[in-house]
C-alpha cells in the first residue's frame, strides 16, 4: 500500500505526483489503537519544482494538496486520507521538496516524505528524478542457494568506496568495480549496512552515518547515489549495482533498521513522528517492546506493520534483493505474541514471497548477544540470526594470552558446535568480526601478529551456518572500535593499499583457500557435527581424540554430509592454537586416504586413528569420500 505513496513520477510526461498517506484511526480504526488524530487543516508541497530553471524553493506560495479517502485495493478496506498533487511537466532533473503542514493549534511545520524514493542534498529533504537513465534489476540468473551455502562479505558503502571513488562517480558505482575482487576472493553474497537515508547534521559535507539512524524507509541515501558529473542517474545506480552482483552469482541482502527511527528536528525527523500536531499522538511511533535507541515504532498499530511490510516488498519486489537482515529485533519483539511485532511481519512476508514463488530469500535476524536468539529463530520462523557469542568469546580466547599465546576453552566446543538447537531449515550466521567491534586482528595484536588468527579463519569455514566476514577483514584492518562513544560511528576507509603490503596477500590467500574448501564441499555445511553436547566440564579430550585439550590448546572435531553427488564425505578437523607443534591422535572410520584439505598431505589410518602433527597457530582438514 504505502509504495503507492510519496513523489511519483511520470517520466513519460515528465510530471510528479506528490501523495501523502495520512491514516484515520476513527473511520478506519483498524489502522491503530494507540495514538491521536493529526489535526491537519491543510497540506502543502514546496521544494524546488516551483520554480523548475533555477530550481527555487518558494515558501510564500506553497502549493496546495487535496485531501480524498484512500481505499486500499489490495483489500477494500478504508484506510485513511491521501494528500495528493499533480505538478505540470517538468525539465529533466533533481528536484527536492517537503510538505508544509497546518495544524488546528500549532504553528505551521516542514516535514519530510515518509515514502520518498530518494534523500535530498540538506536538510533531510525528500527528491525526484525528472528524466536520466532507466534500469530495471533483474534476478540471480541461477536460483538462489540455500542460506546456509552463503559465504557473506559485509559491506559498508562509506568506508568501502572511500579510498577508491572517481570525482565522477557515485558511491554505488563504484562498488561494482571491486565485485570481481570480491568474486575471486569466494564471496557468493554481499550484506549491504543499510543504504536507506539517514538525518543529516548541520552540515551535510560532514555527513557520515552507518544507516542505523533512519528516517525514510523507502529511500536511498542521497550521498550513496551522489555523482557530481550526473545529477539525474541516481536511483539506477543501486539497481545497476544489483544486476552487477546478481550477474556474478552474487546474493544480495540489505540491512533493514525497522525496529526504530532518527526523530531529530521536525524538518529533518522522521515525517511520522511530526506529521502530528502534538506527536505523542503519532501511532508510529512508541515503546512497543524492548525500548533502545531513538523513537521505537510501536508495532502494537496496524498502520506501522503495513508502513515498514510495505517498504520490505518494496526492496524486495522492486530490487529483486535476496535477503534482509533485521537490525536489533529485540525492539520490535514480544514473547508469544503473534499477532504483532516481529512475528506477524515476518509471516506477512513469507506469505507475499510464497505468493509470488520468491523462493530460499533469506530473513536473517540481529537478536541477543547470546544463544537465546537461537530460539526465537525458530519460533518466528525466520531463516538464521548472527550468532554473535562465536565472535565475542573468539575474541576473548584470542586477547587472552597468559603464556604468550591464545588460550581457548572449553566452552569453544559450543561455538563450532553453531548449528546446534537450530530446528529444520534454520542455520546460524558466524562471524569473528562485524562491524560493531573492533577488528580481530587488532585483538591479535596487530598486523604482525596475523597468524595467531589462522586457527580461528580455519573454524570459521569448517562450522555449520552460513559465514560472514567484514569489509577488510580478509587483508588485515585493524582499526579500534570502542563499544560506545562520540568515536564510535566515525569514517574508517578501508586502506586497500594494505592488501598488497605483508601480510595482507597471505591473509588474502588464507581466506580465499577456506572459502575454496567450503564451497567445493557440500558436507561442510550441513549442521552434523561432533562431539555435540560437549560437557564443558571436560577439558581433555575423550578416548576417540575428539574434544578440547586445554593444556595442549588443540581442538579436534568430525564434520560429515552429503557432496551433492550422493556420496558421504568425511571431515576431521584439527585446531592448534598454541605456539607449539602439537602431536594428536584421533580415531577415524576407515584406512584411508584422508587428504589434508589445507596442506595437501595424503595419511592412511594406523590401528584405526590418524596421527598427525599441527604446527603453531595452525589446523588441518582431513577429508575422505565414501
Not at 512475528?343 to 547470546?370: C, G, P, V, Y
Request: hydrophobic letters at 35%; a negative charge; one cysteine or more.
Amino acid at each position: 500500500m504505502y509504495e503507492r505513496f510519496g513523489g511519483l513520477v511520470d517520466q513519460a510526461a515528465k510530471t510528479v505526483t506528490f501523495k501523502l498517506f495520512v491514516p484515520d484511526g476513527e473511520r478506519a480504526p483498524l489502522q491503530y489503537s494507540g495514538g491521536g488524530l493529526p489535526r491537519l487543516t491543510e497540506v502543502f508541497v514546496v521544494g524546488s519544482f516551483q520554480d523548475p530553471v533555477p530550481r527555487r524553493w518558494d515558501l510564500a506560495s506553497p502549493v496546495h494538496m487535496t485531501p480524498s479517502d484512500f481505499t486500499d485495493p489490495d483489500d477494500g478496506l478504508l484506510k485513511g486520507t491521501v494528500y495528493s498533487y499533480t505538478s505540470p511537466p517538468l525539465p529533466d532533473a533533481f528536484y527536492e521538496y517537503k510538505y508544509l503542514l497546518h495544524f488546528e493549534d500549532a504553528s505551521p511545520r516542514l516535514i519530510t516524505d515518509p515514502c520518498a524514493r530518494y534523500g535530498g542534498a540538506e536538510n533531510q529533504n525528500s527528491g525526484f528524478v525528472v528524466g536520466g537513465a532507466i534500469a530495471t534489476v533483474q534476478p540471480l540468473g541461477t536460483p538462489r542457494l540455500p542460506y546456509k551455502d552463503l559465504i557473506i562479505y559485509e559491506l559498508m558503502i562509506d568506508d568501502f568506496t572511500a579510498n577508491m571513488k572517481q570525482p565522477d562517480e557515485a558511491p554505488l558505482e563504484a562498488v561494482v568495480r571491486k565485485l570481481d575482487e570480491l568474486v575471486a576472493l569466494g564471496i557468493n553474497a554481499v550484506e549491504f549496512m543499510p543504504w536507506t537515508a539517514w538525518t543529516y547534521p548541520g552540515d551535510p559535507k560532514s555527513d557520515f552515518s552507518w544507516g542505523y539512524n533512519p528516517v525514510q524507509y523507502f529511500s536511498v541515501a542521497h550521498k550513496y547515489t551522489l555523482n557530481p558529473s550526473n545529477e539525474t542517474d541516481k536511483l539506477v545506480y543501486l539497481k545497476r549495482l544489483v544486476n552487477a552482483c546478481h550477474s556474478r552469482g552474487i546474493h544480495v541482502i540489505m540491512d533493514g533498521v525497522f525496529n526504530h527511527a532518527d526523530a531529530i528536528a521536525p524538518d529533518r525527523g522522521f515525517p511520522y513522528y511530526w506529521l502530528y500536531q502534538d506527536p505523542a499522538d503519532s501511532p508510529y511511533v512508541g515503546n512497543f517492546a524492548e525500548a533502545a535507541y531513538f523513537q521505537d515504532l510501536d508495532y502494537a498499530n496496524r498502520c506501522t506493520l503495513e508502513y515498514i511490510r510495505d517498504a520490505c516488498l518494496y526492496w524486495i519486489d522492486v530490487f529483486k534483493i535476496d535477503g534482509i537482515r533485521f537490525d536489533n529485533t529485540c525492539g520490535f519483539y514480544q514473547p508469544g505474541d503473534r499477532g504483532h511485532g516481529l512475528h506477524k511481519l515476518l509471516s506477512e512476508l513469507r506469505a507475499h514471497l510464497s505468493k509470488t514463488q520468491n523462493k530460499n530469500f533469506a530473513m536473517i535476524l540481529e537478536h541477543r548477544w547470546d544463544y537465546s536468539s537461537v530460539d526465537i529463530v525458530n519460533k518466528v520462523g525466520a531463516t538464521s540470526c548472527w550468532l554473535d557469542p562465536y565472535r565475542a568469546r573468539c575474541m576473548d580466547y584470542l586477547g587472552n594470552r597468559p603464556e604468550g599465546h591464545p588460550q581457548v576453552e572449553p566452552a569453544i566446543m559450543r561455538l563450532l558446535d553453531s548449528g546446534r538447537d537450530f530446528g529444520p531449515g534454520h542455520v546460524p550466521t558466524v562471524y569473528i568480526e562485524n562491524h560493531d567491534h573492533l577488528r580481530f586482528l587488532l585483538k591479535a595484536g596487530g598486523r604482525s601478529f596475523w597468524y595467531m588468527t589462522q586457527p580461528y579463519i580455519i573454524a570459521l569455514f569448517t562450522s555449520p551456518g552460513a559465514t560472514l566476514i567484514y569489509n577488510g577483514q580478509e587483508f588485515g584492518m585493524e582499526n579500534d572500535m570502542p563499544e560506545s562513544g562520540d568515536g564510535r560511528v566515525v569514517p574508517r576507509p578501508l586502506d586497500w593499499n594494505l592488501r598488497n603490503a605483508l601480510p595482507g596477500p597471505t591473509l588474502f590467500e588464507r581466506y580465499k583457500q577456506m572459502m575454496h574448501i567450503r564451497k567445493e564441499h557440500p558436507g561442510l555445511r550441513s549442521s552434523n557435527f561432533h562431539p555435540s553436547h560437549w560437557d564443558e566440564s571436560h577439558t581433555q579430550r575423550d578416548q576417540n581424540g575428539f574434544g578440547i585439550d586445554r593444556a595442549d590448546n588443540v581442538v579436534v572435531y568430525h564434520r560429515w554430509g552429503d557432496d551433492g553427488a550422493g556420496h558421504m564425505e568425511r571431515f576431521y578437523v584439527v585446531l592448534n592454537f598454541s605456539s607449539e607443534t602439537r602431536y594428536v591422535s584421533f580415531a577415524v572410520p576407515s584406512y584411508g586416504p584422508w587428504t589434508d584439505l589445507i596442506g595437501g598431505g595424503v595419511l592412511n589410518a594406523s590401528g584405526g586413528r590418524l596421527y598427525v602433527d599441527i604446527g603453531s597457530n595452525w589446523g588441518a582438514v582431513y577429508h575422505r569420500k565414501d
